[in-house]
């Protein structure tokens, strides 16, 4: 039987916050059972009271790498298949290159690479077994240009973009599709509170916007779930930036 998105289960990652949390609410409007995770287990918890029964908190530290095959099979076990994986937890770090330690940048790659690294090997093997799946990767427009003090987060982006193509053209043959949602300028909690104090840099961000506004979590909800639904049957591999023109210029 062809799946319907009404029978589907999904994990989001990070999904108790910001574009997590969206994209968790546009899957479960869309009757995808949805899995979210974090650390943060009373975050979690109250974000799945306010999205309903489809909703299932599992709180897991992605940089405890050594617990996460035990956390994919439970999913897995307990809802009998993984359909979709967004890696949308992720981390930041804004630091002259200079002042940047060793482990500042390793426990970016923790969170950003290697929890994502994990995380979709883990769910590929299910996904493999029963032949079908979407992931979804959320990287940045800073792996698009230069973005100055943001080296790790950067560098943990591109690794995203470079895994999703590698990982994509391996798992096709067995219709596992793999893309990435590039952000721009995304107004989240996070966001809206470095720009709000920086009014300055806030308009260097609209300057330099060809749609000249931030944009909202629901534009990268949106997109995710085009890559979740066969709408996207066809399309894998693939880095859409999702940033009012930002990596076009103009
Ligand atoms: P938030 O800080 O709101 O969300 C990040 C989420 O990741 C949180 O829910 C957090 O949950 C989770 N998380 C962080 N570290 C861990 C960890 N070690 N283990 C488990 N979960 C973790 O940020 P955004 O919503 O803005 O960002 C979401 C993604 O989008 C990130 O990957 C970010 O890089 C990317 N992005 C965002 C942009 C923007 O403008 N907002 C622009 C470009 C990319 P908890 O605290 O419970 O652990």
Do not use: W
């Amino acid at each position: 039987m062809k799946k319907t998105t009404t029978n589907k289960i999904a994990i989001v990652t990070g999904g108790g916050s910001g574009l997590g949390l969206a994209i968790a609410h546009k899957f479960v409007q869309q009757n995808i059972r949805t899995i979210i995770t974090g650390r943060n287990e009373e975050k979690l918890n109250e974000a799945a009271k306010e999205l309903g029964p489809l909703c299932i908190p599992l709180a897991f530290d992605i940089t405890n790498l050594s617990i996460i095959p035990q956390k994919v099979k439970y999913i897995a076990d307990t809802y009998g298949t993984i359909d979709i994986l967004v890696n949308n937890a992720g981390i930041n770090m804004k630091k002259d290159l200079v002042d940047v330690t060793d482990e500042e940048f390793q426990t970016i790659l923790q969170t950003n690479v290697l929890g994502v690294f994990v995380i979709t090997r883990e769910a590929a093997k299910v996904m493999l077994a029963q032949k079908s799946g979407s992931i979804i990767n959320i990287s940045s427009m800073a792996s698009q240009y230069g973005i100055p003090k943001v080296i790790a987060y950067t560098a943990s982006k591109s690794a995203i973009e470079g895994m999703t193509r590698a990982m994509a053209v391996e798992l096709s043959p067995s219709n596992i599709r793999i893309n990435c949602i590039a952000p721009g300028f995304i107004e989240t909690q996070m966001s809206a509170k470095a720009l709000n104090s920086d009014p300055e840099r806030k308009e260097k961000v609209l300057k330099r916007t060809p749609m000249a506004k931030l944009g909202i979590p629901r534009d990268v909800a949106n997109a995710a779930y085009f890559f979740a639904s066969e709408e996207s049957s066809f399309v894998t591999g693939t880095i859409l930036p999702v940033d009012g023109g930002n990596s076009i210029g103009f």
